[in-house]
Every structure is written in structure tokens, then in C-alpha cells.
């Protein structure tokens, strides 16, 4: 099947998304307002997006008013765009790079290409170390929507000197009302990239990139020119002005009133529901049930989530508005239908201890969340290899793990 007739099909059996992006298959947002037709290139009158001085400067000063004190610049590659730019742009100014917690693999690709050494450590590592001459880059919210504050680590780093970078791939909608987390933007990191994708309505590759002083943004835009394509999609950036939009004009009272009736359905149906610090992220299981074993059954009556790790099930819910289309009705009957019948793998079928104690000749990363398990270099460890082990009996899609097994059963041969 190609990817139009697939696209088709997931058309044609209406499928549920609860995974972004966050216009939820054209249900929530304004993105109706697109036309095929607004697919251009910079010609005279659209502006250059590396160097706009038109109607995308008007957008990027838009965007800029999201916190005052903030350049903003729109992006159509996403957040993976703006982390590399922003490591490079900082490289020649520090000495090293902290890695706060869990990063997305875009961090160690950035650190890798830049060619500088870092660190990684705990939140609370940063108030019992020295921070001088650093460059700490803080993943916030994490994926399944934690979002412990920020506000004495930025200050850590602040007094220090030095330099804030804060991945916000999934808190683009952070701030949007009292009731959500507030951004890194309000707690005064340096450089910020959001991808506005993910849990606003925009289209797939929209994010933007916040820096606070002016000759830092000069830097990041040099590496942006570097790093994105020279061809935007402005369907792209049309779909950013309006998810910024949607953002200033957003109410919440919608929202929470069908999250609340969510989570009410979830539970009379033997869910366990687990909240985050975000609202709009949620994490299902059913007990005596794998977490793997529920995804599956979800796929199969067409509601598509996010992630599914041991954990369980990550849903990145609507940002429900007056007005909206997205299909609840819908979901509430494929959840009375679901067949909870394990059809995946056994685990422990695949043998992969030939790879204990030997170095990894490419990351091995599930995706999602597209956290590294191990980096190239460092050695398999018999944690790391059951935890694969484990994922791959469950289908679970790893990136990397297979170079690895096909270069050392070489080797062995």
C-alpha cells in the first residue's frame, strides 16, 4: 500500500487520534482556514525566512509578544532545528554542556555535531555543583507531561552567569490559561524552542524559537540558516500564526469540562487514569493488563495514543474548545468495543547477550519518546539489553538496535 492509500485509509475508518499533533486530525483549532492553494515559495511579497524584513518579521513579532522580552523566530523543521542551532550558537562560549535529566535524541545529536563534551545530571545535581562557564539544557515539560518547577534551577544557573536551554517541544501551550503550567519563557531560560505542532493546532514541523538577548539570537540565526531548509512550506508558517492565535484567544472552561467527562467515561470502563502536571497529558492501564497489550487493542478500534511504555499508555488529549469537532461519541463506543486479546510477541525469544560488555556502534533509542537507551560508545549492559529484549517482544519500534545486532553477529561469525 502506498503512503496516499494509507493516508486514505486512516481516513476512511475515522481513525481517533490522542497523539499529536494537536490539531487532532483537523478537529481542534482553526486550520480549516488553510487553502492547498497557500503552498508557495518566497516569492516577492512572502518575505525570506532567514532574514525577514515583511510579513514574516510581522509574524516573528507576533510570536514575540507570547512574553515580553523575547525575540521569537518561526521554524518549519521543528524543535530539532532550533536545539541544534542553539548548542552551536552557544559551543564557542562555554566550556561544557549539562544535560538536565531526560533528553530527546536531537540533544545528543546537536552535542555531537558541535563536537563539545558534556555531562548529564539530575535536577538537583545543579545546586551542589559548580555551574561556571556552563551551558545547562533542560528538557520541560518531560514527554508524558511532568513539569517540576523551574524557577530555583534557572536562578542556579543565572547567578552563575551562564546559559539556559530549555527543549519546551511539548509546553507550547503552557500559559495558555492559570490552570496550566507556566512556561520557561515566564522563568527566564535563554533560549526556549517550542514546538507548537505537538499540542497546539498547527501543522507537523511548526515550532519556534525564543531567545532573550539580542546577540544570542543573532548566533542562533546564523545556525538556523545552517540548519532548516531554504524552501519553507508557508502552509507551515500560516499554520503557526494561526496556532498562536488560537493560543491568545483560548478559554478553558470547554476544556476541562470534557477532560473531566474523559477521565469519568475512563474509569466507569475499569481505566486507571493518571494525571500529570500538564492537564492535557493523561496515562491509561488497566489492571492485570500490559500497558503494551492495551495499545495494541487501541490500534486495532482505530484510536491512536502517543507512547506506550511499561508506565502505560500516554494520551496527549485535545485542547477541547467551543466549537470543535473532535469525535468523543466516537471514542466512547470503540472503548466499549476493545478486545483485549495479546496478539504480540514472546518475550525472550531473541538471544542478544553476544552484545553484553561491547561497545554500541549507533544509539539505541525507542521512538517514542526518542530517548536514548544507550549512546554510541557506551557498552550494552544486561539492564539495557533485557529492557530491549523486552520492548522489541512487544513491537515497540527502536532505532539503532538493529545496526547494532547486525554488526556484531558479523563479528561473531
Known amino acids: 500500500m502506498g503512503l496516499v492509500d494509507k493516508l486514505n485509509a486512516l481516513k476512511r475508518d475515522d481513525a481517533i487520534s490522542m497523539h499529536v499533533p494537536g490539531h487532532k486530525n483537523m478537529t481542534i483549532g482553526n486550520l480549516d482556514k488553510l487553502e492547498w492553494s497557500y503552498d508557495k515559495t518566497e516569492i516577492t511579497g512572502l518575505d525570506d525566512l532567514h532574514s525577514p524584513d515583511g510579513v514574516l518579521l510581522e509574524l516573528n513579532d507576533l510570536l514575540s509578544e507570547k512574553q515580553p522580552g523575547y525575540n ?22 562555554v566550556d561544557k554542556f549539562l544535560i538536565v535529566g531526560d533528553a530527546h535524541k536531537s540533544v545528543y545529536h546537536a552535542l555531537d555535531l558541535a563536537g563539545v563534551t558534556f555531562e548529564k545530571v539530575a535536577v538537583n545535581d545543579l545546586f551542589g555543583m559548580s555551574v561556571d562557564n556552563t551551558a545547562v539544557l533542560i528538557t520541560y515539560p518531560s514527554y508524558s507531561g511532568h513539569a517540576p518547577a523551574l524557577d530555583e534551577a534557572i536562578e542556579r544557573v543565572k547567578v552563575a552567569g551562564d546559559r539556559i536551554v530549555v527543549d519546551e517541544a511539548h509546553g507550547a501551550h503552557f500559559g495558555i490559561t492559570g490552570r496550566f503550567p507556566r512556561s520557561a519563557l515566564s522563568h527566564g531560560a535563554d533560549i526556549v524552542i ?17 531567545t532573550k538577548e539580542e546577540a544570542i539570537h543573532k548566533r542562533v540565526m546564523k545556525y538556523i540558516d545552517h540548519f532548516e531548509t531554504s524552501s519553507p512550506s508557508y502552509l507551515i508558517l500560516a499554520s503557526i500564526e494561526l496556532a498562536h492565535q488560537f493560543y491568545n484567544d483560548f478559554e478553558d472552561e470547554v476544556f476541562f469540562k470534557k477532560r473531566s467527562e474523559l477521565i469519568k467515561n475512563l474509569e466507569h470502563r475499569g481505566f486507571s487514569v493518571t494525571r500529570a ?26 484510536v491512536y495514543s502517543e507512547m506506550v511504555t511499561e508506565e502505560g499508555v500516554l ?44 561497545p554500541a556502534v549507533r544509539a539505541v533509542v525507542p521512538y517514542p519518546p526518542g530517548v536514548p537507551l544507550i549512546h554510541e560508545g557506551e557498552r550494552f549492559t544486561e539492564e539495557v539489553i533485557k529492557s530491549i529484549i523486552h520492548k522489541k517482544s512487544y513491537h515497540v519500534k527502536i532505532e539503532g538496535i538493529e545496526e547494532n545486532i547486525a554488526y556484531y553477529k558479523v563479528d561473531d561469525a
Not at 281 to 289: H, R, S, T
Open 315 to 358: 494520551w496527549c488529549l485535545p485542547l477541547f474548545h467551543e466549537g470543535d469537532s473532535y469525535p468523543l461519541e466516537s471514542l466512547s463506543g470503540r472503548l466499549d468495543e476493545l478486545n483485549l486479546v495479546e496478539d504480540v510477541g514472546n518475550e525472550g525469544q531473541e538471544d542478544l547477550n553476544f552484545l553484553l560488555g561491547r
Open 72 to 93: 521569537a523566530q518561526a521554524v518549519v523543521n521543528g524543535t530539532t532545528t532550533g536545539v541544534l542551532s542553539a548548542v552551536h550558537a552557544l559551543k564557542g562560549e
Open 277 to 302: 502536571d500538564d492537564p492535557a497529558k493523561i496515562v491509561l492501564n488497566i489492571e492485570g493488563v500490559s500497558p503494551y497489550l492495551l495499545f495494541d487493542a487501541l490500534n486495532r478500534k482505530g
Open 194 to 210: 517550542q514546538s507548537y505542532h505537538k499540542m497546539l493546532p498547527a501543522l507537523t514541523g511548526a515550532s519556534v524559537v525564543f
